[in-house]
């Protein structure tokens, strides 16, 4: 589907505020409520818009340790499949393949190094999976999603 110029702009309102009302984002690309709601269904009917969802602080859940996790796996094992596995798991925050000898990278959130560390032998036990090498974050020294260093970063202001 080709995206215009409102139906990019009402997207880039959403990514900011997913809270903001039709009325709002309607003023701010010059349309009314009613003919941005149109569009937002139709890009959700469309897959443009996949759903919305909640920005959860993990330091909220307690999830305050980091892991970044290399998984090396076997054959020709397919991305695809790789991402619907991990994506079971709600401590993997995020996931990519990557170059060199590992197949993926996973960035991992727990509330502790044992819970880490539980999270790592579930993924290892997938069949898939040949070996995975890990490591744990001391601190984090830049946080682009966070430049305030808010949210646990080692920045300060």
């Known amino acids: 589907m080709e995206l215009d110029r409102l139906d990019r702009e009402i997207i880039a309102a959403l990514v900011e505020d997913a809270r903001a009302t039709y009325a709002e984002i309607g ?27 909640a920005v959860v602080a993990p330091q909220a859940l307690g999830w305050t340790t980091e892991a970044y996790v290399e998984l090396f796996c076997q054959g020709k094992t397919k991305p695809s499949d790789i991402g619907v596995a991990v994506a079971r798991f709600p401590e993997v925050v995020a ?8 197949d993926a990278l996973l960035h991992i959130r727990a509330t502790d190094v044992g ?28 946080d682009a999603a966070d430049p305030t260093g808010r949210n646990g970063s080692a920045i300060s202001g």
């Open 27 to 53: 003023q701010q690309v010059g349309l009314s409520a009613s003919a941005v709601k149109r569009r937002v269904d139709r890009l959700r009917e469309t897959g443009t818009i996949t759903g919305f969802s």
């Open 115 to 142: 819970h880490v560390e539980r999270v790592i032998e579930r993924i290892a036990a997938m069949p898939f999976v040949v070996r995975t090498k890990s490591s744990i974050v001391l601190s984090r020294l830049v």
């Open 95 to 102: 996931a990519a393949t990557i170059t060199g000898e590992a």
